[in-house]
């Protein structure tokens, strides 16, 4: 009995021991699950965190892309107010959007996002889950597309604007009314509101889409450039008297086209970025999962397909329309291209982007001469174009192409009638009434008390000097001859800045007076005065003139320029020298009326030299001296 006790003692004791490990192994393995999740929830988090920051990156670098594609399709007296704008619209951009905007744009609501004043901390149903991607990084890679949006106005409206005024739109744009687009369409609001019960789930069964902002970046954007250069009105000399638009050139094509390949390698990041993570999986058009690595790399693809499409057939479309393929319309097109697939590029195969390409090589053509011609609007680079009008088509392409995966309903032409394409309109509409009417308060309440629009003196002299006080962002280099604004007769007034009643008379020492006497007149003075003196000419009846662009100083070697606060010892400037040769018109009425365009009274107003001429021959009709001067076609 007693040794029977015993082994059961032994059993029990081995029974418990065995409890006892198991217990700690399980304990162990399940510590050893925790870490394994903990550790691969860590890496998903990274991995996501990297591809947000690279295509923030991404994006961030097509602010040197817009710069320089502005800069290049304008002229170079205004290269630093170009380049100054596109730096200033990133820094507001960046401090106010943080302040206001974000939480606007991301906050709850279905209209009007809950402004948190300068905090990541707030409920949201747009913004990715904390866990799987940091607010922080999504911050900084929302903000570059804030700053993309009002750098499409700036274009629109260059060269003639204000650049206090810039700042004050800027603003506006910053932390009203691109966060209240943005918080309908991206930001959780009642265009993109998916849950139970909500007004787009009630009324269509799905919501609006727009995967990387053809809408809710390019088209506001486009939008508000639009209505801001309506509202400024023109350049000087953009018009002549009968409306007739005439073209003012662009000074530098290859800085254009360097601007259009890094904004065409950073669209990667615009629209692959908008993936947000590369971990999980979300549906196919067939119906199947797929990664969303896989739909990054279909992101990449039809982007690309869709801007080579456009470019091509611009390229072609303008061969055919102009009997040359024109190069600024095809960087254009490009451009267009990219717009057009933002909304889309998600949910379209190759074929969705080439058509769309095709629609957008096309559709920028006709809506920047619609624009130049018909409505009289003044877009120095063609934003309207590339971004309102494509914006816009692209986002409606999405109910037209779309082939139904990554939960995108399927568009009218890959079998899902018109539901989504109806959708679609519904956000463009909605969205564009809302920029519409900001807009044109804020540029008409602008115009009317501060005022928009630089004087007229300043534009043709260039903003650079009036605002910067630059004289040249090109110094030692020579001016090219687009520079100097063609402007109407009643755009320009005759007399310099000063009158000349108080200034010393001129006494002009020429030889004895003879019959039909051919005198040359060869005026050096400031560019920017070019139409005044050439409608000072005109009046007195001297047509015929030859104007080159030179470099020179007089004996005070320039007037003073100052960098960074020291001075600068310039001792060649540009300048323009007018050449004329008349017969018929008094010399001294020549003089006089060239001091009376030219006087400021400071130095640098010019110099007038005056030749006798031996004669002259008329190449077409051999006829000599006062005879060769006459005649219209000369």
Not at 600 to 622: A, C, L, P, Q, S
Request: hydrophobic letters at 45%; proline letters at 3%; charged letters at 15%.
């Amino acid at each position: 009995m007693k040794r029977s006790f015993t082994k059961l003692r032994t059993a029990l004791a081995i029974l418990i021991a065995c409890c006892l490990t198991t217990d700690m192994y399980a304990q162990t393995a399940v510590a050893t699950d925790s870490v394994a999740t903990d550790t691969v929830a860590q890496l998903v988090s990274g991995v996501n965190t990297v591809w947000m920051l690279l295509a923030a990156m991404l994006v961030f670098f097509m602010q040197p892309g817009f710069a320089l594609v502005e800069a290049g399709f304008t002229r170079t007296k205004n290269t630093a107010n170009i380049l100054m704008k596109n730096f200033v619209d990133f820094m507001f951009g960046s401090l106010l959007y943080w302040l206001v905007g974000f939480g606007i744009m991301f906050g709850l609501g279905d209209f009007f996002g809950t402004p948190y004043l300068m905090s990541l901390l707030f409920d949201s149903n747009g913004l990715p889950d904390p866990a799987s991607l940091p607010t922080e990084g999504f911050l900084v890679f929302q903000t570059v597309f804030c700053a993309t949006s009002a750098t499409i106005v700036s274009g629109a409206m260059a060269e003639r604007t204000k650049f206090s005024m810039y700042l004050v739109y800027t603003i506006f744009i910053s932390v009203l009314i691109y966060p209240v687009s943005g918080h309908w369409t991206w930001g959780g609001g009642w265009l993109m509101n998916g849950e139970a019960g909500s007004f787009m789930t009630e009324t269509f069964g799905t919501t609006f889409h727009d995967f990387a902002g053809s809408c809710a970046v390019h088209m506001v954007g486009g939008m508000a450039a639009l209505i801001g250069a309506a509202v400024l009105g023109p350049r000087i000399g953009k018009y002549d008297k009968n409306g007739k638009p005439r073209a003012i050139l662009g000074h530098n094509l290859t800085m254009a086209a360097l601007g259009v390949f890094i904004l065409w390698f950073c669209w990667f990041g615009f629209n692959g970025g908008s993936t947000v993570a590369m971990e999980g999986l979300t549906n196919a058009a067939d119906g199947s999962e797929m990664t969303m690595g896989a739909l990054a790399g279909s992101v990449f693809s039809t982007t690309n397909m869709a801007a080579a499409v456009a470019t091509v057939t611009t390229m072609l479309f303008t061969w055919i329309r102009y009997k040359k393929p024109d190069v600024s319309m095809s960087l254009n097109g490009t451009l267009a291209g990219l717009v057009m697939v933002t909304a889309s590029t998600d949910c379209i195969d190759m074929y969705g982007a080439a058509i769309e390409g095709i629609i957008a090589g096309i559709a920028v053509v006709l809506v920047i001469e619609f624009i130049d011609k018909v409505c009289k609007v003044d877009d120095p680079v063609g934003a309207v174009g590339v971004h309102f009008a494509n914006g816009l088509l692209g986002t409606i392409c999405v109910g037209l192409f779309s082939t139904g995966q990554n939960g995108v309903g399927a568009g009218l032409f890959y079998g899902g009638g018109f539901k989504q394409l109806g959708i679609q309109l519904l956000g463009v509409v909605t969205v564009c009434a809302w920029v519409g009417v900001t807009m044109i308060i804020v540029f008409e309440v602008l115009k009317h008390t501060i005022g928009l629009r630089v004087p007229a003196d300043i534009e043709i002299k260039g903003l650079d000097y009036a605002e910067h006080g630059l004289a040249s962002a090109y110094s030692g280099f020579e001016f090219a001859a687009n520079d100097l604004t063609i402007a109407s007769d009643d755009e320009i007034e005759v007399f310099g800045s000063e009158k000349m009643e108080n200034a010393v008379p001129a006494v002009v020492k020429t030889s004895p007076e003879k019959e039909n006497k051919i005198t040359k007149v060869e005026i050096l003075a400031k560019q920017s005065k070019f139409e005044k003196l050439k409608k000072a000419m005109n009046d007195i009846g001297v047509t015929g003139m030859t104007v080159t662009q030179v470099l020179g100083c007089g004996t005070q070697k320039g007037a003073p320029e100052y960098y960074r606060g020291v001075e600068v010892d310039m001792q060649l400037l540009p300048k323009i020298q007018v050449e004329m040769v008349v017969s018929k018109v008094p010399v001294a009425d020549v003089i006089d009326a060239a001091r009376k365009a030219l006087y400021t009274g400071h130095i640098g107003d010019g110099k007038i030299f005056v030749y006798d001429v031996e004669d002259v021959v008329k190449v077409r009709t051999g006829e000599t001296g006062y005879d060769a001067l006459q005649g219209a076609d000369d």
